[in-house]
């Protein structure tokens, strides 16, 4: 059986302004999700890591599989209604979160559509929360908040106004990053540029410089 709801996905609306976005709890199916956290990349330190480099296990990777599957392709292609035949896909994972991440942005034009999906068993912070947003410096003009809670979903196609951000969180933060893109060499920038920052992150927040595996 897919890990993956499709079904629901392809049922539910997606809502146009002021960007294309959609949010969808249980786009993970339960039944998955101990085997997908028990296989998760095992990450201590802060940033964005891509899975190259990264140690995970099998569920994780079937995961992985299925993301970059052409069932997904398909139903992302009707639903924002665009073709992503030939479009590289990049995934990177994030383990933990600095009280300064979460700064209000829009994504690179580089990438065509962005898709979060959260692993984290519960939530209660106020900090942490995914919040769409109609300003780039109000992080109070809110659309609509996510709480970032396993198996959860948000898409969105990247534009000019999709601004996202979210209020301070130190800790724990499970998030899957998956994206289109517009070529190849979008994804060996972006692995290169992601290696660096998280290099960087762990020597100025005094991490060690010690890969988890």
Not at 100 to 121: C, E, F, R
Not at 186 to 212: D, I, L, Y
Request: aromatic share 10%.
């Amino acid at each position: 059986m897919s890990m993956l709801d499709l079904k629901t996905f392809r049922n539910t609306p997606l809502t146009k302004e002021p960007f294309e976005q959609l949010i969808l709890p249980g786009f993970i199916r339960r039944e998955a999700l101990a085997d997908i956290h028990a296989d998760y990349p095992v990450i201590k330190k802060p940033g964005s890591f891509p899975l190259v480099g990264l140690s995970y296990g099998r569920a994780f990777a079937d995961l992985v599989t299925e993301l970059n599957g052409p069932s997904m392709r398909s139903a992302f292609e009707k639903k924002f209604g665009i073709d992503l035949n030939g479009r590289p896909t990049m995934i990177t994972v994030r383990g933990y979160c600095r009280e300064k991440d979460g700064s209000i942005h829009t994504d690179t034009a580089s990438k065509i559509i962005t898709v979060l999906i959260y692993m984290n068993p519960s939530w209660e912070p106020a900090g942490g929360r995914l919040r769409l947003l109609r300003s780039p410096t109000d992080i109070e003009d809110i659309i609509v908040e996510v709480p970032p809670i396993e198996g959860t979903l948000l898409a969105f196609r990247r534009s000019e106004n999709s601004w996202h951000g979210h209020k301070p969180f130190a800790g724990q933060r499970r998030v899957i990053q998956f994206n289109w893109v517009t070529s190849a060499a979008v994804v060996r920038r972006e692995q290169m540029r992601h290696r660096f920052s998280a290099a960087m992150k762990r020597f100025s927040s005094g991490w060690p410089w010690r890969r988890s595996a």
